[in-house]
C-alpha cells in the first residue's frame, strides 16, 4: 500500500511539501487529478500517478497543462472533487481556458497547483505567477510550511465549493521541497460517479452568456474579499509599531530574523497566507498601527503594490517599502541572512553579522554545470547531426528538456530556446527569414505537449527544414512520467494505448520520415545527412530508451568501457562528446566503469579503436 494512503488519523508521518499536498487532496476527498509533470510539482502528480492504481483515485498525465485543466474543468462540473497539477509556465499553457472557466466556475472543489520557481532551478524564467489570480479573478492561497500546505489545501476544496470557483493554491520551489512532521487525518471517501445537469446558457460560453457570467464572477469576488478578511490564513503575530507584510516561505525567514535581532517587542508581522483577493480591510488596520512598513516577498511587487493603494485609499501617511536597490530584489529567492540584514537595516536595529571564515587559503570549489548523463542518447544524436551538417549554415531551434542541455559545448546543437514546443513554430520563421540549412530538436513528451502545431504549420506552409525529435521513450527531465508515446504494457500497467510517433507524424503530412538508432553512429549520419538534403520537411526519429531507464533494476546493465594501450591521446572522445564518464589520470584519458552504460559511441569514434569492452573477472 502506497504509504500516503495510510488510514491512521493522529499518526506522524515525515512528508515531503508536495507529498503533504498530495495527502491533503486525498484526505479531502479528491476524486479526479490530471497534470502534466514540471519541476517543482512533479512529486504530487508521481504520487497521484501511483496511487490512483490502488484507489479511486482517477488520474492521469495529460497531454499538456491545459488539457490536464479542462479533464479537471469538466469533472468538477459533474460535482466531484478535482484537482490539476504545473508548475508556474504550465499556467500560461492552461491560461486560456482560466480565464473562462472563472466565468463559468465549478459545481465541485476544483483546485490549481501552480509551483512557481524563483531562482529558476529548472525552468526558464520565474514569473510569479500571483498576478493570475488577479488576472482571472480567482482566489489564492499561499502555504508558508509544508503542514500548513497539509492543511491548507484541504480548506482549498472547502473554499473552492463556498465560492463555486477554481481555487489557485501557489507554492514555491523552497516549499514544495522541504520535509517536516505531519499529523495525518482521515481520509474521506470518495466520490466516484458524478452527475452533468444540462444548462447551456450557464455553461456555453457565446457573449449573450458571459456577459451574464462576468457578473457572477465579480459578485463572487466580493464574497472572496469578505472571506480573506476574516481568513485565520491572514494573521499578526508580535507587537511593536514597526511592521513586516510576508508570504509564503518569506515569513519564516521574518520570523527568524525577528528572533535573532531580539526585535520581537519592536516588529510585528502580518502573515498573507489567502492573497487574493487581498484582505484590504486586515491590511488597513494593521497598517493604522505602524509608523513605518516593510514589505518581504520573493518576485513581483505583489503585495507591496496593493499595500500602497490600500494605505493610499485610507489617506495613511507611513513609509512602506520592499522592492528596492537597498532592501529587496525581484530576482531570485531570498535567505535567513538577506532578510536578518535587510530588516536590521531598513528598521535601524543594531545588528553585527557573524564573522565570515577566511577562506582566501581555500582552493575555489570546481565548476560542476549540468551536463547530460553518461550514455545518453542525445549526446549521440547531437554528435550525428553535427557530422552530418559539417560544412552547412545552420539555425539549431532547440526545446524545454534534457536535450535542452545540447547547446553547451562542445556539442553546441541549440540556438534559440524559448519555451515547449517552440522549436516547431521558430523553425517555420527561421527557414523563411535565413538562407541556412533549419535543424530543430524537440523531446518527445515536448513533441506531444506542444510541437505538433508547430510540425502541421511547417507542413501546410511548406517549409523547408529538418525536425529530430529525440524519443527517449519517456519524459526523462521530470522524473520518468510517461506520455503518449510511451509502451504502457512495458512499464506493467494496462489500460493505454500508445500512439506511434512516426504513424501519426506521416499522417500530419511529412513524406520524408525516418527511425535511427543513435548508437548507431555512422547509420545515424548517413540517415541525417539524407534528411538534409530533402527539401522540405523532413523528420529524423532518434529512438533510443533514456539511459538511466536503462540503467535501472528492470533492465540489464551493459558491459563497461575502457582505454586500451592504442590509445594515442587525440581526445576526439573527450573534445567531441564530452561524456561524464570520461577523466584524465596523469594526462592519460581513462572511463569511469561506474558511470560507463556500455552505450559504445565513444569506441565508434575514436581513430585507434582504442575503446574497448572491459574486461572482468
Request: charged share 20%; net charge neutral; with cysteine.
Amino acid at each position: 500500500m502506497h504509504k500516503l494512503l495510510t488510514d491512521s488519523p493522529g499518526k506522524k508521518m515525515l512528508l515531503l511539501g508536495n507529498e503533504a499536498i498530495a495527502r491533503g487532496a486525498i484526505e479531502a476527498g479528491l476524486a479526479i487529478s490530471a497534470a502534466y509533470p514540471g519541476t517543482p510539482s512533479s512529486e504530487i502528480s508521481m504520487n497521484f500517478f501511483q496511487i490512483s492504481k490502488n484507489s479511486d483515485l482517477y488520474f492521469e498525465y495529460s497531454t499538456n497543462e491545459k488539457v490536464a485543466l479542462e479533464v479537471v474543468a469538466a469533472s468538477a462540473n459533474c460535482g466531484l472533487r478535482s484537482m490539476a497539477i504545473m508548475k508556474h509556465v504550465g499556467m500560461n499553457v492552461a491560461a486560456d481556458l482560466l480565464m473562462t472557466l472563472a466565468y463559468v466556475g465549478v459545481k465541485a472543489g476544483l483546485v490549481i497547483v501552480c509551483a512557481d520557481d524563483p531562482s529558476m532551478f529548472s525552468s526558464q524564467n520565474e514569473q510569479d505567477n500571483r498576478y493570475y489570480g488577479k488576472l482571472s479573478g480567482l482566489p489564492i492561497l499561499e502555504p508558508s510550511s509544508v503542514a500548513e500546505a497539509f492543511d491548507m489545501v484541504k480548506y482549498a476544496f472547502e473554499l473552492s465549493e463556498t465560492l463555486q470557483e477554481p481555487v489557485i493554491f501557489r507554492t514555491t520551489t523552497r516549499l514544495n521541497h522541504a520535509t517536516e512532521v505531519v499529523s495525518l487525518g482521515e481520509i474521506k471517501p470518495v466520490k466516484k460517479s458524478g452527475h452533468f445537469i444540462k444548462s447551456p446558457f450557464e455553461y456555453v460560453t457565446v457573449p449573450m452568456v458571459s456577459r451574464k457570467l462576468h457578473v457572477k464572477l465579480l459578485n463572487n469576488y466580493q464574497k472572496a474579499l469578505d472571506i480573506t478578511n476574516q481568513s485565520e490564513f491572514n494573521f499578526i503575530t508580535g507587537q511593536g509599531k514597526f511592521g513586516i507584510v510576508c508570504n509564503g516561505v518569506s515569513y519564516n525567514y521574518v520570523a527568524d530574523a525577528i528572533k535573532d535581532l531580539q526585535a520581537t517587542d519592536q516588529i510585528k508581522i502580518l502573515r498573507i497566507g489567502f492573497s487574493h483577493p487581498m484582505p484590504c480591510q486586515r491590511i488597513q488596520d494593521f497598517l493604522q498601527t505602524c509608523e513605518k512598513v516593510l514589505v518581504v516577498e520573493e518576485g513581483e511587487p505583489y503585495m507591496e503594490e496593493w499595500i500602497k493603494a490600500i494605505a493610499q485609499d485610507a489617506k495613511l501617511m507611513l513609509t512602506i517599502q520592499g522592492k528596492k536597490e537597498t532592501l529587496f530584489s525581484r530576482l531570485y529567492e531570498f535567505d535567513p541572512g538577506l532578510v536578518r540584514r535587510v530588516i536590521a537595516s531598513y528598521f535601524e536595529i543594531s545588528y553585527q553579522p557573524p564573522t565570515l571564515p577566511d577562506l582566501r587559503d581555500v582552493p575555489e570549489i570546481p565548476q560542476r554545470p549540468p551536463n547530460l548523463c553518461p550514455g545518453c542518447s542525445h549526446r549521440a544524436t547531437f554528435y550525428a547531426v553535427k557530422k552530418a551538417s559539417e560544412g552547412m549554415e545552420t539555425v539549431c531551434p532547440s526545446d524545454i528538456g534534457c536535450y535542452t542541455l545540447g547547446f553547451m559545448p562542445p556539442l553546441s546543437s541549440g540556438d534559440f530556446v524559448i519555451c515547449m514546443g517552440a522549436s516547431t513554430g521558430t523553425a517555420c520563421g527561421f527557414s523563411k527569414s535565413v538562407q541556412a540549412k533549419i535543424i530543430s530538436f524537440i523531446g518527445d513528451s515536448t513533441f506531444f505537449h506542444s510541437g505538433i502545431p508547430g510540425l502541421i504549420n511547417a507542413v501546410f506552409n511548406q517549409h523547408n527544414l529538418t525536425l529530430v525529435i529525440l524519443d527517449n521513450m519517456t519524459t526523462a527531465m521530470t522524473g520518468h512520467q510517461p506520455h503518449p508515446g510511451v509502451d504502457m504494457n512495458e512499464w506493467g500497467y494496462e489500460g493505454y494505448k500508445r500512439i506511434d510517433l512516426e504513424n501519426l507524424i506521416k499522417g500530419m503530412g511529412v513524406d520524408h520520415v525516418e527511425v535511427i538508432k543513435p548508437y548507431h553512429i555512422q547509420k545515424s549520419i548517413q540517415t541525417i545527412r539524407q534528411a538534409l538534403q530533402y527539401k522540405g520537411v523532413s523528420v529524423i526519429i532518434s529512438r533510443q530508451a533514456c539511459s538511466l531507464l536503462n540503467t535501472s533494476a528492470t533492465r540489464m546493465k551493459k558491459t563497461a568501457y575502457s582505454v586500451s594501450d592504442k590509445c594515442k591521446n587525440h581526445r576526439y572522445c573527450i573534445n567531441e562528446l564530452a561524456c561524464p564518464a570520461f577523466y584524465l589520470d596523469q594526462d592519460k584519458v581513462k572511463i569511469n566503469p561506474n558511470l560507463c552504460t556500455g552505450c559504445a559511441v565513444c569506441a565508434q569514434i575514436c581513430p585507434e579503436h582504442a575503446i574497448l569492452p572491459l574486461k572482468t573477472k
